[in-house]
């Protein structure tokens, strides 16, 4: 049983700043790829960030020189840190994973969603 949970959604001013966490526990051999998609109401979900095992990273232009992602392998964590925050980054974020969970077995797993709320 694998388990990614996020935390530190909320509501901020635009402008402002949140930093997402997502760990993920449970029967892990290793984690290829880690990050976070978004999905706005009455909108498809798309990818914001991704980033590889050796630390290969993959940013939306929308959101490229405002968020940083990054992860911690030892802790099976990763973070996604977003500064300059605008209205439109107002979406329920989702943390993502690409999980070894026996050797030559993998699946994508997914957490449960942080909302986040850009607004005055």
């Known amino acids: 049983q694998v388990q990614l949970v996020e935390s530190g959604g909320g509501l901020v001013q635009p402008g402002g700043s949140l930093r997402l966490s997502c760990a993920a526990s449970?029967?892990?051999?290793?984690?290829?790829?880690m990050g976070w998609y978004r999905q706005a109401p009455g909108k498809q979900r798309e990818l914001v960030a991704t980033?590889?095992?050796?630390?290969?990273?993959n940013y939306v232009d929308s959101v490229k020189g405002r968020f940083t992602i990054s992860r911690d392998n030892a802790k099976n964590t990763v973070y996604l840190q977003m500064s300059s925050l605008k209205p439109e980054d107002t979406a329920v974020y989702y943390c993502y994973a690409e999980i070894y969970y026996s050797v030559a077995l993998y699946r994508d797993f997914w957490g449960q969603g942080t909302q986040v709320t850009v607004s005055s």
């Open positions: 449970g029967s892990i051999l290793s984690i290829n790829v």
């Open positions: 980033i590889t095992v050796r630390g290969r990273i």
